[in-house]
């Protein structure tokens, strides 16, 4: 496909050494046909002909524009690239990532010189091959990632399994069983569908199976080795995805890294939401521009750490804007930033100083969490946190007095506190509110914590009943400002659902108030503001025609009659056409999350996840259905993915329930 300035390569094959084939999709500037420029690889499972297609183009051609090749590589077994899909960042996918960039630097288009860009996986496998030091790689901009697939990743958190892992296995067996466009590799799309139904895996049993944090999770985690890590990383993410705490660990500890956290959601910052969005397209242009085309534009005087200090934000599920303003810290650990203590003290209160020693006892329903919002919120109505109110009359709460001056924070907030259980395993969780002037109440942050993890993720143990311990939970990164006439609110329960799971019994924690009971806030001093671009373009999003609506609810069902909590979760993308090749496709998620406000092995999700692609005559579906549900000793999964062609069932494929042990949980 030919445009102004660049031409489109809608399926380019890259041979890897042990004959598999990866399918690439280019944008080739006219430029580089006489002389050879600089390459920007995107490495993701998401297929590039219809599941990313909107949003590389809206990115790629102005890249190809600015005078670089752009190069779309679905990963083995996805899309049209040949081979099996074996797990997420796996071994063979980060060797094949470098055999990728090799290979692109070897073309007569390209000048050697590689850069590495995504969000999410992408992101995540952006700066673990870096780590791996491909010759042809010379930077990265990672947005949405981790430097900590086990405590910062949709698995597990804090030695808590999050409810995410559930929700992710099950999307990745659709994703992984849809097969490659007919219209790009012929006849045998078919059998190479069929191959991958009966070879992809059950994701949920492999992450299950890994429940602390052992090779398993370190294998990808640059955290493991930030020395390992040597070219230049913009790393960027948003208050309103899962994703937040990578940005500052990356600046404080990679030897060339800037670091931004906005607003946003689970997207890419130029397209992203709630507004100010910010010019990604310029912002990724200087970088590239500086480490691969070697311009002395100041990129590297960037400060550190970049970052949108939120201002009494409601509890609105859906934000379009985001009151707030932008600040910079030159380095970090940055000089304007203090510790405060503010002590957990009898009668509820917040106090900066401590007060006396009493005990609390704190046992909360099983169904306390259900404001918690998604893990990251991917689409712009998505479900961001509630109003608290509800979740905090679940919780042993802390306020403090109405603010005469605003506290703004920007880092991670600590909490210490000295705790026993009345059972062996139990689960904290605790979140920092801001209580607005008319009784609303924002979630600003949140921790939580598996206590048989409290001295590490690798080696759990159990508590010892009535014995108290000494705990720390480390809270997101936040940025907030708590505004004048508001007061600020310390929320610990003992349930957090549905975002991490159930411990098997109830459990009675009983927690020491006083000098050893406190939360840490880092605050920031003076109020000075950093001015950052948002895109020229207002909607700089591609547009793909809408042919059918789409759909999305989210609801909680209570059940009066049996104590019984739903989550309810139902989004339908409709469907939408990918123009050029008259790909039309639709996703619909439809996932029911139960529990027992007094029971903790009533807890069961179930998912059904269904793709559907069509073209003319042809036409495809494939659908997965997932169940965890748990006992006292395990956890119960299953599943089953069906593929259909023209409404024929041709495959399918059951994995029968397996019993896996739970492992301190």
Not at 19 to 40: E, T, V, Y
Not at 64 to 93: F, L
Not at 216 to 239: C, D, F, M, R, T
Request: include cysteine; proline fraction near 7%; charge should be negative.
């Amino acid at each position: 496909m030919k445009k102004a300035g660049f031409k489109v390569l809608e399926n380019e094959w890259i041979k890897l050494s042990d004959g598999r084939r990866l399918s690439a999709r280019i944008w080739l500037p006219d430029s580089a046909l006489n002389k050879p420029a600089p390459a920007i690889l995107e490495y993701l499972p998401y297929r590039k002909r219809d599941g990313t297609a909107q949003r590389d183009d809206s990115t790629y051609p102005h890249f190809a524009a600015a005078g670089y090749v752009g190069v779309r590589v679905d990963i083995s077994g996805t899309g049209e690239s040949d081979g099996d899909w074996d797990d997420e960042y796996s071994p063979r996918e980060l060797a094949d990532g470098c055999e990728v960039i090799a290979w692109i630097a070897e073309q007569a288009w390209c000048d050697g010189n590689v850069g590495m860009m995504g969000i999410s996986w992408g992101g995540f496998n952006g700066l673990q091959i870096a780590a791996l030091k491909p010759a042809a790689l010379k930077a990265v901009i990672s947005i949405g990632t981790t430097v900590d697939r086990y405590n910062d990743d949709i698995h597990y958190k804090g030695g808590c399994l999050l409810y995410s892992n559930f929700y992710w296995s099950s999307t990745m067996l659709c994703y992984a069983s849809r097969p490659p466009d007919p219209e790009l590799v012929g006849d045998s799309w078919r059998d190479t569908w069929l191959q991958r139904l009966n070879t992809q895996p059950f994701p949920l049993a492999t992450w299950l199976a890994h429940q602390r944090k052992d090779e398993y999770w370190k294998h990808g985690s640059i955290s493991e080795n930030y020395a390992a890590v040597e070219i230049p990383a913009l790393v960027i993410s948003g208050w309103a995805d899962g994703y937040i705490n990578a940005p500052p660990a990356a600046a404080e500890h990679l030897a060339n890294a800037k670091s931004v956290n906005g607003p946003w959601i689970h997207k890419y910052p130029h397209i992203a939401a709630p507004e100010p969005r910010m010019d990604f397209i310029r912002e990724a242009l200087n970088w590239w521009d500086k480490w691969l085309k070697g311009k002395d534009n100041g990129v590297e005087k960037l400060p550190d750490y970049r970052a949108y200090i939120l201002e009494d934000a409601k509890p609105l599920l859906h934000h379009v804007s985001a009151p707030g303003r932008w600040v910079a810290e030159t380095t970090l650990p940055a000089d304007d930033t203090r510790e405060r203590n503010y002590y957990l003290a009898p009668n509820r209160q917040l106090l900066d100083i401590p007060g006396r020693t009493r005990f609390k006892t704190l046992s909360s329903p099983q169904d306390c969490g259900t404001a918690c919002g998604e893990f990251f919120t991917i689409r712009p109505d998505g479900e961001m946190p509630a109003d608290q109110r509800r979740d905090d009359s679940g919780s042993l709460v802390f306020d403090s007095g109405k603010l005469h001056q605003p506290v703004e924070i920007l880092g991670r907030p600590r909490l210490r506190l000295k705790i026993s259980l009345d059972k062996p395993l139990g689960n904290i969780a605790v979140r920092l509110n801001d209580i607005h002037p008319n009784g609303e109440v924002s979630r600003v942050s949140w921790g939580v914590l598996n206590l048989a993890h409290r001295n590490g993720n690798e080696d759990p143990q159990p508590m010892v009943p009535g014995e108290s311990v000494p705990i720390e939970i480390e809270l997101n990164e936040c940025g907030y400002r708590f505004m004048r006439g508001h007061k600020m609110r310390v929320a610990l329960s003992s349930n957090y659902w549905p975002m991490i799971m159930p411990a098997p019994e109830n459990v009675t924690a009983t927690i020491r108030l006083g000098p050893d009971a406190l939360i840490t806030l880092p605050v920031r001093e003076g109020v000075d503001v950093y001015t950052m671009d948002p895109p020229k373009d207002k909607n700089p999003l591609v547009e793909h025609p809408q042919i059918s609506e789409g759909l999305q609810r989210r609801w909680v069902e209570r059940n009066f009659q049996t104590g019984e909590s739903h989550y309810r979760i139902i989004d339908d993308t409709g469907e939408i056409e990918v123009p050029g090749h008259g790909m039309i496709s639709r996703h619909r998620h439809d996932e029911r999350w139960t529990i027992a406000a007094d029971d903790p092995l009533s807890h069961r999700s179930i998912s059904r996840y269904i793709c559907w692609m069509r073209r003319g005559e042809w036409s495809v579906r494939t659908e997965s259905e997932s169940e965890m549900r748990c006992d006292a000793d395990n956890f119960h999964v299953k599943a089953t993915v069906r593929a259909y062609h023209n409404e024929e069932l041709i495959n399918e494929r059951e994995w029968d329930e397996i019993a896996i042990p739970r492992d301190h949980m």
